[in-house]
């Protein structure tokens, strides 16, 4: 059961910037925000406002240049990259807009492939499940260069919720889909969300996606704010 009150991510003046030709670029300014356990919680903003950027940073993809994110009290700046992707395997799942699927196997190995590098000895019968309730159990030995961009999605989902991630992260996740297959998507997300409690966190153009989520938070020239 989760705890309403813990804090599952938390930043204190997040700050991110690149060197370009021209100079420093400030990309993140300051960045506080807390998101509780079981919140779903979408970054909107325009392109190159620094919503991709924030995520990557609290999921401990990336490092910040300064300030700190935390995942349940854990200083991901503190971490080295090995123990960073051993935080990710016992905290985090993803769904990308661009799937992400390994193309030489097939979807079912896709799925169980998270589930077995943690030494998960159900891994296969997680993973078979998975991919009937996303709908595609007589898709499971297909490649994803056979399946069409909402069946790889699918695949991308079952695998995100097949290794019981506590927090989701999803970037942009229908944003290389058609509005119909895109409607399927979100509806597969937030239903299997709210049976599993976990912790959501969406970066998205879609304000209807966006307002299925219980908060908002608007990114704008390297700055957040809750979205009115």
């Given amino acids: 059961m989760n705890d309403p009150q813990a ?8 700050i991110h910037s690149v060197v370009t030709s021209a100079g420093e670029l400030a990309i993140l300014k300051g960045i506080d925000m807390e998101i509780k356990e079981g919140e779903s919680v979408a970054i909107v903003g325009a392109s190159g406002s620094g919503k991709s950027t924030l995520l990557g940073l609290i999921a401990g993809l990336d490092v910040c240049s300064g300030g700190e994110a935390y995942i349940y009290d854990k200083a991901l700046s503190q971490l080295d990259e090995e123990q960073r992707a051993q935080l990710r395997g016992q905290y985090v799942g993803f769904v990308f807009q661009s799937f992400h699927l390994l193309p030489s ?5 896709n799925v169980m492939l998270p589930a077995e590098l943690s030494g998960d000895k159900e891994a296969k019968e997680k993973a078979l499940g998975f991919l009937e309730q996303v709908g595609l159990s007589h898709r499971l030995n297909h490649y994803p260069r056979q399946l069409s961009g909402g069946e790889q999605q699918r695949v991308a989902i079952a695998r995100a919720f097949a290794s019981a991630p506590k ?5 942009e996740p229908t944003g290389n889909l058609d509005a119909e297959t895109g409607k399927v998507i979100s509806d597969l997300i937030f239903d299997l969300n709210e049976s599993l409690g976990t912790t959501l966190v969406m970066v998205t153009h879609d304000a209807t996606l966006a307002k299925r989520c219980q908060r908002q938070l608007s990114m704008s020239a390297g700055r957040l704010s809750e979205a009115s």
């Avoid at 804090?7 to 997040?14: E, G, K, Q, S, V």
């Avoid at 196997?105 to 190995?109: C, F, K, Q, Y």
């Avoid at 927090?167 to 970037?171: S, T």
């Fill in 105 to 109: 196997l097939t979807a079912l190995e």
């Fill in 167 to 171: 927090i989701l992260f999803a970037d």
């Fill in 7 to 14: 804090i599952a991510i938390r930043t204190d003046n997040l």
